[in-house]
């Protein structure tokens, strides 16, 4: 059953890898003329843009382009290693699931960043929506986020046993 469960959440972080990679794959094969402008709305909420990042999250790394690669490198190890040392516990269901999505959206990120020396962003909230609608995102930050939250929780989880 152990085991079952590990092939469980190697399949997630696969799925959110595979996912988010073929929607780069189609957003790369845009017009060239329509990098980094919107070329698909969904009503007010959503655009759909090309946006190729050589920085990291929130500009972090600006003009530093080598420090963000090497530094998503390291970061992608470390989840790695982490995500493999909580497979061999009992129960913690939220952090391996935390762990899981980081490691996914890590992936992801980190395989665009080596393949092609930046990272493809796709997705822009309305400016309208506060902080969120500064940033253009991809389906990778958005698990790397919800897995952070997660495994964050699933951290305190271990710390109060």
Same mark, same amino acid.
């Not at 698909?40 to 990291?56: E, I, P, S, Y």
């Not at 395989?111 to 969120?132: E, M, S």
């Given at each position: 059953?152990?085991?079952?469960?590990?092939?469980? $959440?190697?399949?997630?972080?696969?799925?959110?890898?595979?996912? @988010?990679?073929?929607? #780069? %794959?189609?957003?790369? #094969?845009?017009?060239?003329?329509?990098? %980094?402008?919107? &070329?698909?709305?969904?009503?007010?909420?959503?655009?759909?843009?090309?946006?190729?990042?050589?920085?990291?999250?929130?500009? !972090?790394?600006?003009?530093? %382009?080598?420090?963000?690669?090497?530094?998503?490198?390291? !970061?992608?190890?470390?989840?790695?290693?982490?995500?493999?040392?909580?497979?061999?516990?009992?129960?913690?269901?939220?952090?391996?699931?935390?762990?899981?999505?980081?490691?996914?959206?890590?992936?992801?990120?980190?395989?665009?960043? &080596?393949?092609?020396? $930046? &990272?493809? @962003?796709?997705?822009?909230?309305?400016?309208?929506?506060?902080?969120?609608?500064?940033?253009?995102?991809?389906?990778?930050?958005? !698990?790397?986020?919800?897995?952070?939250?997660?495994? !964050?929780?699933?951290?305190?989880?271990? @710390?109060?046993?």
């Amino acid at each position: 059953m152990k085991a079952l469960k590990r092939i469980f $959440y190697l399949l997630i972080g696969v799925g959110i890898f595979a996912g @988010d990679l073929i929607i #780069k %794959e189609k957003v790369e #094969k845009w017009p060239k003329e329509r990098e %980094e402008v919107a &070329v698909h709305t969904m009503g007010d909420a959503l655009q759909l843009v090309r946006f190729r990042n050589r920085k990291g999250s929130f500009n !972090f790394g600006k003009n530093h %382009e080598k420090v963000v690669y090497i530094l998503a490198i390291c !970061f992608t190890a470390l989840v790695t290693l982490m995500w493999i040392l909580s497979m061999g516990l009992v129960g913690h269901n939220m952090l391996k699931l935390g762990l899981t999505f980081l490691l996914g959206g890590a992936y992801s990120n980190t395989y665009d960043r &080596v393949r092609r020396g $930046y &990272v493809v @962003d796709y997705a822009k909230w309305n400016p309208k929506a506060g902080i969120f609608g500064r940033y253009i995102w991809n389906i990778a930050d958005f !698990f790397i986020l919800i897995g952070s939250l997660l495994t !964050f929780g699933g951290l305190l989880q271990l @710390d109060n046993e």
